[in-house]
Structure formats: C-alpha cells, structure tokens
C-alpha cells in the first residue's frame, strides 16, 4: 500500500527539506544542534536564514501574478511544514510573520502597494504585522493607536508591542484608530514604509523576552506624529477592521496546520527514544501503554491535518464559508497539537526535560508550540467568533437543506482554483456545506464492512440535530463575551462534529491504494473524537495495531508522520 497522496505536496517542499538537510547530523549549520545552540543564545538560526533567502522563501508568500508562488494554501502550509518541522522560530520568524502581513496587503491593497510589497518580499526583505498592543490584546477594536487628519496624508502616534520583526522590517501594516467614536468603520490599515520614514518619529522599544520562540525577534516601536501620505491607507478608510477580518482567516486557518510540523518531529523524537530504551527486557514500545499513546498521538495528529486540509481547501472553494472554518482549525487544531505533545512528554519523562542529549530538541518544540494556542488569535477567542454564528448555521444548513459542497473540497490531490480574497466575508450567513454534508454522507451506499463508519455517520448526524435545537433556540442576548459556559460548550461539540465530518469525507474522496483509503486510520481517529464530553479511551486493537504498524514503518523509512507520508531529511 503506498501511503502519498497525489498533488498534495508540492515539489518544491522537498526541496527546501533537501537544503536544509539532515536534522540529526551534528555537522550541518540547519540541525538540531544547531538550532538548540541558537535558541540558547536567543537568537534567530543565521544559516537557516541564509538557506532560506537562497531558497527564496519569501516567493511563497507572493500571489503568482506578482512574481511570487502563492497558488494554494495547502501548499504553501507544506512548504512552511519543514520548517515547523525542525524549528518553530525559523518558521515564524523569517516566514509566517510576513505571510499575515502579506494576505491582508493582497486582499486590501491597491495595485501600486501590492507590487511594493511583492518587491520587497522577492527581494528577501521583511514586512511586519503591527497590529497588537498589550492593552488590548486580541481586541482589535479597542486598538488605541492613532490616526489623525494631517496635510496630504496622517499622523500616526502610539505604541505597537509584541510585534515579530517590527525592529528589522522594511515595510509594516499598522491597524491604527481613525475615528474616535467606537463601530466597525473605526479603525484603518496603513501601510509604513520605514526606510522612508522620519527615524526621529520612530523609537524601537526594548525586545519583548519569552518563554518559547526564543528566536524570534519580539519587538516593539513607538511613534510619536509620523507623517505618512494619505495614499498609506489601505482600502477605505475605516475599512481596519473588516479587511483585518477577512485576510486573518487565510493565516488561522494555515498557521494552526502549519505547526502540525512539531508534533510530527516530537512524534519521531519520542519513538527514537522508547525504541533505544530498555524496559523489562524489551524495547519501551513494547509496553501496551506506550504503544497505546503512540497510536492515538499518530490518531491525532492525522485527524489535525486533515481538518486543516479541509480548511485550506475551504479558502478556495467556499469562501463565504471561510469565517466559520478559520476558527474551527485554530480552535481544534491547536488543542490536538498542544494535548499529544503534553502526552509525548509524559512518554519521555524526565527526558522531555532535557536541553541537552538525544531528545533535547523536544524541549525547545514544546515551548515553541505553545503560542498555537493564543498566538495571532486565542482559542477563546474563535469560541466567542463562533458562538454569534451558531444559530443561523443551525436554521440555514443544519437541518438539511444547505447547498452540498463541491466534491474538491475533500480530495486533497486535486487542483484548486486561486484564492479569492474578494469573496472572502465576515460572517458566513448560515453556509455550512461541511456539516451540511452529512446528510447526504449518511444516506450513501456503503460497503458492508464498513457499517460501523456509516453508524457512527448517523449518530454525528443525531448530533447535529441536537445541536440544530438547541442552537436555533438561541436568543441573542445569549451570544455575547458574557455569554454562559454551557454555550460556549456547544461551540466545542460543533467544532468536534466540523472535524469528524471532515475526516470521513478526507477517508472516502481518499485515492484507492493510498493509506488514507484504509478505514483504519479513521476507525482511530473518530475513537479519538468522541462526542459529548467523553474522554477517549484506548484505541480498538485492530486499529492501533494498523496504526503502530504504519507509524514504525515511516519511522525506519524517514518519512513524515502526517497526511503526506513525504519522505524526510531527517
């Protein structure tokens, strides 16, 4: 059985594996060693910056009609994969930052600012995000920072605090206050072009210090009535928040999959280890326990690429949708990745703890996950987006009669059309093709050995009636950040339902032959998902025996532990 995927991984992620080479290879400046020296000493990986400007990273970031390879964004999450895979910082630090700065440029800039951008970012130079004050946190529309009316343009005054690479970007997008009056229409984006800016209306705040990412250059800058041209702005003035909105559910939705790299890395560190480890006269992983959390932590980390599969394809094909599907990844994806390496720690024991040795990398990969959880947005965060939507998903879709979704959404290997950023919306209005298709899902012919995926299919869509009832009923006093925790809870049992589908749909558009077309690893994954607030238990031995087969396999054969099985320069 071959376990790739067709046209799901772009080439030229295997190339960038290939530059960077061997992670385990003491010699090479992109290895373990010496990312661990490099976190050490807080500082970003030179050689890996070195490589990746050679490689041309920042073309991943550019929509192919400006010069750039943006097509897809389960592909430029591939790309961003191998660095995950091997250092978080080195992925946020010298890329990711600059990929939230660059959609929002592309879904609200005007021609002349797009090929500004596009040329810095071809020429290996950095645009920075200033969007966050400590004040305010993820409360984008409590943002102080100001723009007032100046002659033939603005002045800009305020502080931007725990920005990635404010201090060493060439260009910035500032969401700044344009209307003192609270609304949707008070806040703006403008586009800084620090090399031609006044340095003595700037001032670089000390560097922000911290616990992971230890890396990344964490900064922040102040300005005191910078003088920017009225042609800064982009979009509409007062159209901030909205163009903010819109563009950041292309990187929740990425970012999130994206990081899916650690576990994979963590996943392999700790089967190295158990493996070499002697217990009882036999290797660790003999152990039923040990062999029951390395199958469910394969289980889940399958499960959290195949929902950001599915989201990643949502971008492209179902647009309108995209403000529901961008928050469920991050909110579910970033729990299944924090909660399998809190379990890989446990494996490791006080290995786990060690910043030096054979599995000290695990230790940086588990500080540097932790800003998955409320990096860019917080988890809580997507739960209050979600909770306002549930009602009209519940009336308009849940019930049956939403449009299905198009067969491409869930056969990753097929071509994608470019991203829409134009069609991209604030709220879905009730679009829920993903639940939606659960209907038709059960009511499909099935294989006769393949009953109990069609029973657990037709309890989901009990679920969902359940949830409809509730969710219809809600009123809209009952929906707001005060909203109580039993209904923040049905946002959880949603998000679950939303990821479960997916990974049934991902199993049956799978290629034939393929080791997503074994039932087994959805047999897991749905046991790993269970409804309600039920905790999983052990996985069924079929499907943990599958899957601990297929994960040893991909162990001794260098190859990646999620959807791609792609092989490693490991």
Same mark, same amino acid.
């Given at each position: 059985?071959?376990?790739?995927?067709?046209?799901?991984?772009?080439?030229?992620?295997?190339?960038?594996?290939?530059?960077?080479?061997?992670?385990?290879?003491?010699?090479?400046?992109?290895?373990?060693? /010496?990312?661990?020296?490099?976190?050490?000493?807080?500082?970003?990986?030179?050689?890996?910056?070195?490589?990746?400007?050679?490689?041309?990273?920042?073309?991943?970031?550019?929509?192919?009609?400006?010069?750039?390879?943006?097509?897809?964004?389960?592909?430029?999450?591939?790309?961003?994969?191998?660095?995950?895979?091997?250092?978080?910082?080195?992925? #946020?630090?010298?890329?990711?930052?600059?990929?939230?700065? /660059?959609?929002?440029?592309?879904?609200?800039?005007?021609?002349?600012?797009?090929?500004?951008?596009?040329?810095?970012?071809?020429?290996?130079?950095?645009?920075?995000?200033?969007?966050?004050?400590?004040?305010?946190?993820?409360?984008?529309?409590?943002?102080?920072?100001?723009?007032?009316?100046?002659?033939?343009?603005?002045?800009?005054?305020?502080?931007?605090?725990?920005?990635?690479?404010?201090?060493?970007?060439?260009?910035?997008?500032?969401?700044?206050? !344009?209307?003192?009056?609270?609304?949707?229409?008070?806040?703006?984006?403008?586009?800084?072009?620090?090399?031609?800016?006044?340095?003595?209306?700037? !001032?670089?705040?000390?560097?922000?210090?911290?616990?992971?990412?230890?890396?990344?250059?964490?900064?922040?800058?102040?300005?005191?009535?910078?003088?920017?041209?009225?042609?800064?702005?982009?979009?509409?003035?007062?159209?901030?928040?909205?163009?903010?909105?819109?563009? +950041?559910?292309?990187?929740?939705?990425?970012?999130?999959?994206?990081?899916?790299?650690?576990?994979?890395?963590?996943?392999?560190?700790?089967?190295?280890?158990?493996?070499?480890?002697?217990?009882?006269?036999?290797? /660790?992983?003999?152990?039923?326990?040990?062999?029951?959390?390395?199958?469910?932590?394969?289980?889940?980390?399958?499960?959290?690429?195949?929902?950001?599969?599915?989201?990643?394809?949502?971008?492209?094909?179902?647009?309108?949708?995209?403000?529901?599907?961008?928050?469920?990844?991050?909110?579910?994806?970033?729990?299944?990745?924090?909660?399998?390496?809190?379990?890989?720690?446990?494996?490791?024991?006080?290995?786990?703890?060690?910043?030096?040795?054979?599995?000290?990398?695990?230790?940086?990969? #588990?500080?540097?996950?932790?800003?998955?959880?409320?990096?860019?947005?917080?988890?809580?965060?997507?739960?209050?987006?979600?909770?306002?939507?549930?009602? +009209?998903?519940?009336?308009?879709?849940?019930?049956?009669?939403?449009?299905?979704?198009?067969?491409?959404?869930? /056969?990753?290997?097929?071509?994608?059309?470019?991203?829409?950023?134009?069609?991209?919306?604030?709220?879905?209005?009730?679009?829920?093709?993903?639940?939606?298709? #659960?209907?038709?899902?059960?009511?499909?012919?099935?294989?006769?050995?393949?009953?109990?995926?069609?029973?657990?299919?037709?309890?989901?869509?009990?679920?969902?009636?359940?949830?409809?009832?509730?969710?219809?009923?809600?009123?809209?006093?009952? #929906?707001?950040?005060?909203?109580?925790?039993?209904?923040?809870?049905?946002?959880?049992?949603?998000?679950?339902?939303?990821?479960?589908?997916?990974?049934?749909?991902?199993?049956?558009?799978?290629?034939?032959?393929?080791?997503?077309?074994?039932?087994?690893?959805?047999?897991?994954?749905?046991?790993?998902?269970?409804?309600?607030?039920?905790?999983?238990?052990?996985?069924?031995?079929?499907?943990?025996?599958?899957?601990?087969?297929?994960?040893?396999?991909?162990?001794?054969?260098?190859?990646?532990?999620?959807?791609?099985?792609?092989?490693?320069?490991?």
């Amino acid at each position: 059985m071959t376990t790739a995927t067709t046209g799901l991984t772009p080439k030229r992620a295997d190339e960038l594996d290939h530059l960077l080479g061997s992670l385990s290879d003491p010699a090479n400046p992109t290895g373990a060693a /010496a990312i661990l020296a490099a976190d050490e000493r807080t500082e970003m990986l030179a050689a890996g910056e070195a490589r990746l400007h050679s490689y041309g990273l920042n073309a991943e970031f550019v929509p192919p009609e400006l010069g750039g390879r943006l097509e897809r964004a389960d592909h430029v999450t591939e790309v961003m994969r191998t660095l995950y895979r091997r250092d978080p910082a080195l992925g #946020l630090g010298y890329g990711a930052s600059s990929l939230i700065a /660059a959609v929002t440029l592309w879904t609200a800039g005007a021609a002349p600012q797009k090929e500004h951008a596009a040329r810095l970012l071809l020429d290996g130079r950095r645009i920075a995000i200033a969007f966050h004050e400590l004040a305010h946190g993820n409360d984008m529309a409590g943002t102080e920072f100001e723009a007032t009316a100046a002659p033939k343009g603005l002045r800009l005054s305020g502080r931007k605090e725990v920005v990635t690479n404010i201090a060493r970007a060439d260009a910035m997008v500032v969401l700044a206050r !344009t209307d003192p009056r609270s609304g949707p229409r008070s806040h703006s984006l403008v586009l800084v072009d620090r090399a031609g800016a006044d340095p003595a209306r700037l !001032t670089d705040l000390p560097r922000f210090s911290t616990v992971g990412m230890r890396g990344v250059q964490l900064g922040g800058l102040r300005f005191d009535d910078l003088r920017v041209p009225a042609s800064a702005v982009l979009g509409p003035v007062g159209s901030g928040l909205e163009t903010a909105l819109k563009a +950041l559910q292309i990187t929740r939705t990425v970012l999130p999959a994206m990081a899916t790299g650690i576990l994979d890395t963590g996943l392999r560190l700790t089967v190295d280890h158990l493996s070499r480890r002697r217990l009882y006269g036999a290797p /660790a992983t003999a152990l039923p326990h040990v062999r029951s959390v390395l199958a469910g932590v394969f289980a889940d980390l399958l499960r959290a690429e195949a929902h950001g599969a599915v989201g990643a394809r949502a971008l492209h094909l179902v647009p309108g949708a995209a403000s529901v599907y961008a928050s469920a990844v991050k909110f579910e994806v970033s729990r299944l990745l924090l909660e399998a390496m809190d379990r890989l720690a446990e494996l490791l024991g006080a290995h786990f703890y060690l910043r030096e040795g054979p599995t000290a990398l695990f230790q940086k990969l #588990l500080r540097d996950l932790a800003p998955v959880g409320f990096g860019h947005i917080a988890r809580a965060a997507c739960q209050m987006s979600l909770l306002p939507q549930l009602p +009209l998903l519940a009336r308009r879709t849940w019930a049956g009669s939403g449009a299905e979704a198009p067969g491409g959404l869930y /056969a990753l290997g097929q071509p994608l059309p470019p991203l829409p950023y134009d069609r991209l919306a604030l709220h879905a209005a009730g679009r829920d093709p993903i639940a939606g298709s #659960l209907h038709a899902l059960v009511d499909a012919p099935w294989a006769a050995d393949h009953a109990d995926l069609r029973d657990a299919g037709a309890a989901d869509r009990t679920e969902l009636a359940e949830l409809a009832g509730v969710c219809g009923r809600l009123s809209p006093v009952e #929906l707001g950040v005060d909203a109580r925790p039993e209904h923040y809870d049905l946002v959880t049992r949603y998000v679950r339902l939303l990821s479960r589908t997916a990974c049934v749909q991902v199993w049956r558009h799978s290629e034939p032959g393929t080791f997503l077309a074994d039932p087994a690893w959805l047999r897991a994954a749905l046991h790993r998902s269970p409804r309600g607030a039920h905790r999983p238990g052990p996985l069924p031995a079929q499907a943990e025996d599958a899957l601990l087969t297929e994960l040893v396999d991909r162990h001794d054969t260098g190859r990646s532990f999620g959807l791609t099985a792609r092989p490693l320069a490991v």
